[in-house]
Structures are given as structure tokens and as C-alpha cells.
């Protein structure tokens, strides 16, 4: 069983910065993806950042080049800095871990609402 939990949401003006944190506990397997999800009212939810145990980052076209996904594994966090946010990141963010090898495990955080103002 892991759990996540996410934080570092809230207001923030277009043009800023908020960076959100996943805490996750339990056992996490390798290989894994861990990555950032986002649910906008009326929309449904879409990849926004993926990194994977090895390491390599994919972000959605739309984030390209503003966010960036890390990771610290001593700490079991994961990390999406936002920078230049606009109205159009407005959404609820959930942070993901999918194991990629052996028994099927996909565990979601609660998420936490990332609100762009214009």
C-alpha cells in the first residue's frame, strides 16, 4: 500500500510560481513512473508530468518549458515547480505512482487545487 499526499496548491496571480510536493509512503518498486495530474472543472484528467525511475522527464506540449517535475528519493518526493502559470492551469493536481514491473499498483493522492488568476 502507498499513499500519497500532495501540497503547495493555492492563489497565485498569472505570471507567478507555486512548486507542489507529494510525500510518498510505503514501499515504492522499481521501475515506477511517479508523475503530475491535472483535472480542470468540466475537463477530464490529463497527464501535465511524468518522470520515471530511471529518471527521463516527459511533460504535456502545454507545460513544456514552464514546469518541471523532480524528484528526491531519500525523501520520497516528488516536486512539479510551476513557473509563468496562467489562467488556463487552473485545475486540481494529483500526484500519481504507477509500479511498472511485477503486480499492477496505481496509487493516487487526494490532490490539491492550483487556482491562476487573471
Known amino acids: 500500500q502507498v499513499q500519497l499526499v500532495e501540497s503547495g496548491g493555492g492563489l497565485v496571480q498569472a505570471g507567478g510560481s507555486l512548486r507542489l510536493s507529494c510525500v510518498a509512503s510505503?514501499?515504492?518498486?522499481?521501475?515506477?513512473?511517479m508523475g503530475w495530474y491535472r483535472q480542470a472543472p468540466g475537463k477530464q484528467r490529463e497527464l501535465v508530468a511524468v518522470?520515471?525511475?530511471?529518471?527521463?522527464?516527459n511533460y504535456a506540449s502545454s507545460v513544456k518549458g514552464r514546469f518541471t517535475i523532480s524528484k528526491d528519493s531519500a525523501k520520497n518526493t516528488l516536486y512539479l515547480q510551476m513557473n509563468s502559470l496562467n489562467p488556463e492551469d487552473t485545475a486540481v493536481y494529483y500526484c500519481?505512482?504507477?509500479?511498472?514491473?511485477?503486480?499492477?499498483?496505481?496509487?493516487w493522492g487526494q490532490g490539491t487545487q492550483v487556482t491562476v488568476s487573471s
Open positions: 500519481n505512482y504507477k509500479r511498472l514491473l511485477g503486480r499492477r499498483e496505481d496509487y
Open positions: 510505503g514501499t515504492i518498486f522499481s521501475p515506477n513512473a
Open positions: 518522470i520515471f525511475s530511471g529518471g527521463s522527464p
